[in-house]
């Protein structure tokens, strides 16, 4: 097994998607568990699936569709986050209509783009072993980017997470902090869709975090603990899908709907042993 | 004395039914008024527009001589506990009374020393020190609302208001709360919103009647007449001494 192991991280590729599934995991651990106690998964899934659109006007104007995946995304979370801010009540219908209008932009331009059709697989599923030393850099510098913005304003982001009413009295703006908040949930939805693809990220980015709120009480904890839980899916469904020459991004989210199910199961175990 | 909150003809509504009606009321320092009427008759509304969550239709309210906007940080506010659904929220007892020192430390990173003593100081004036690392979906309702207390006090506020701070909570507790307020108002006002208007009579100088339109009672003049013209229907009323 062990031989196994270094021998497959002997290739070049294979530490780089390593690598990859590590920086992507930071991000997620910490911007996952915002979204799992805010219960705003849904909206990174508008988010995310509205990427699309700016991948497909990227690759059809010729720029790179990772910069264009990064612009889509943070108009879609200021979008997003606006109109809702207005218009609470319909937060369902908008987030519908981002998600299906994003992938539909962005199908049609994909569909008028000359040239060889591109792999739009992987857009949607992801593909870790293509990732380059240029796209590490970018996901180290959003690395960086989150962490500073979740120490500096760590305090405001759990007040107005926790009790938005009793944060406006304490002077927080809280509608602030929520568009910083949807924008750092694009940041890291671009993140991850290196490695699993934007219909995937979703269960990525909420399944590492659900899970870690299964044994532990408090925000930073979560963070932690998501980080590694992610970190250990990732590099597992990575190792896995090696062999049998199986989708990475797909054996990855299978891995976290399964350790989801794990942590669930273990949680009602240690509840059992504890009242015993 | 000084009125800390001077609402003057306030009108107020959410759709075109109207909420409050021409609500005026002068709050002197240092009182302990209580606020009782039906459900619905507007409480948690004239709460909100003093804590200046709600703006209203007309008239003019003015707490500690400013907008209730600008005089936010100086009051302390604890929530209608079946309104705060947040119980499996994965935070302890002490990080939650911490946040009652937004607003007051620095914007960036973590709080100081003086916020941390003056967190300690607010949950042992409530007696939850013991419970400080308690997860908070792990505390009963009166463990709870003596937590949102604490986060209340923690503000070192001039005026403290409580929604329904005794809902679900039993008797003995709900007596040791109030307990707690009354000693509290020696040097802060103190405004509670509830819906037993025999309970609170003990402890309050004075009653505001709210159902749209708002009558104000000294607690002596409370009788069972008032409580009928309120609430419509006749109600018995058990006289108890203090």
């Not at chain 1, 904890?221 to 590694?228: A, F, G, P, T």
């Not at chain 2, 923690?154 to 007596?175: F, G, H, Q, S, Y």
């Not at chain 2, 009647?209 to 009928?228: A, F, P, R, W, Y």
Request: include cysteine; proline fraction near 3%.
């Amino acid at each position: 097994m062990i031989n196994f192991i270094t021998e497959i991280f002997s290739y070049s590729f294979m530490q780089h998607a390593l690598l990859g599934c590590l920086l992507a995991s930071v991000g997620c651990g910490i911007i996952g568990t915002y979204v799992v106690v805010k219960r705003i998964g849904f909206m990174a899934g508008g988010i995310a699936h509205s990427v699309l659109a700016g991948m497909g006007i990227a690759y059809f104007m010729g720029a790179s569709p990772l910069a264009g995946a990064m612009i889509s995304a943070l108009i879609a979370a200021v979008l997003i986050a606006w109109i809702n801010l207005r218009w609470r009540q319909h937060e369902d219908i908008l987030i519908a209509a981002f998600w299906s209008v994003g992938m539909a932009i962005g199908v049609i331009f994909i569909s008028r783009t000359e040239g060889y059709n591109i792999d739009l697989m992987s857009y949607l599923f992801g593909n870790i072993l293509l990732v380059t030393t240029r796209d590490l850099y970018l996901m180290l510098i959003l690395d960086i980017v989150i962490l500073v913005l979740v120490v500096l304003f760590y305090r405001q982001f759990l007040a107005a997470a926790f009790d938005e009413e009793f944060s406006r009295l304490r002077g927080i703006n809280v509608e602030f902090y929520y568009i910083l908040l949807l924008c750092m949930v694009a940041l890291t939805v671009v993140l991850l869709i290196q490695v699993v693809g934007l219909i995937l990220v979703l269960a990525l980015l909420i399944l590492p975090a659900a899970s870690a709120a299964q044994f532990v009480s408090s925000i930073k904890r979560m963070m932690l603990l998501s980080v590694i839980f992610s970190a250990l899916i990732t590099a597992t469904g990575l190792i896995i899908s090696y062999e049998p020459d199986l989708p990475s991004g797909s054996t990855i989210i299978i891995l976290a709907g399964m350790f989801y199910i794990l942590s669930i199961i273990a949680q009602g175990l240690i509840k059992k042993f504890r009242n015993t | 004395m000084k009125a800390v909150i001077e609402i003057e003809n306030v009108n107020f509504s959410y759709t075109r039914e109207p909420v409050l009606r021409n609500v005026s009321l002068s709050v002197p320092a240092e009182e302990f008024l209580g606020i009782v009427g039906p459900n619905a008759g507007g409480k948690s509304t004239l709460i909100k527009l003093i804590l200046g969550l709600l703006q209203p239709d007309s008239g003019t309210i003015r707490v500690l001589g400013k907008a209730p906007v600008m005089a936010r940080t100086r009051t302390g506010y604890v929530p209608q506990y079946p309104t705060f659904s947040r119980r499996d929220f994965p935070i302890n007892v002490l990080d939650t009374v911490l946040m009652g020192r937004l607003g007051f430390t620095s914007r960036l990173g973590g709080y100081s020393k003086t916020d941390r003593n003056i967190a300690t100081g607010a949950m042992q004036a409530v007696e939850i020190l013991d419970i400080a690392n308690r997860p908070i979906g792990s505390l009963s309702g009166g463990q709870l609302q003596r937590v949102l207390i604490a986060r209340a006090l923690a503000c070192k506020p001039e005026i403290l208001i409580l929604d329904e701070p005794t809902a679900n909570i039993d008797m003995r507790v709900e007596e040791d709360i109030f307990g707690l307020l009354k000693q509290y108002n020696d040097h802060m006002t103190i405004i509670v919103v509830s819906h037993d208007i025999g309970f609170i009579s003990g402890y309050v100088d004075r009653v505001a009647c709210l159902n749209q339109m708002l009558v104000c009672h000294t607690t002596d003049e409370i009788s069972g007449k008032i409580i009928e013209e309120l609430y419509g229907t006749p109600v018995r009323m058990i006289h108890h001494a203090h």
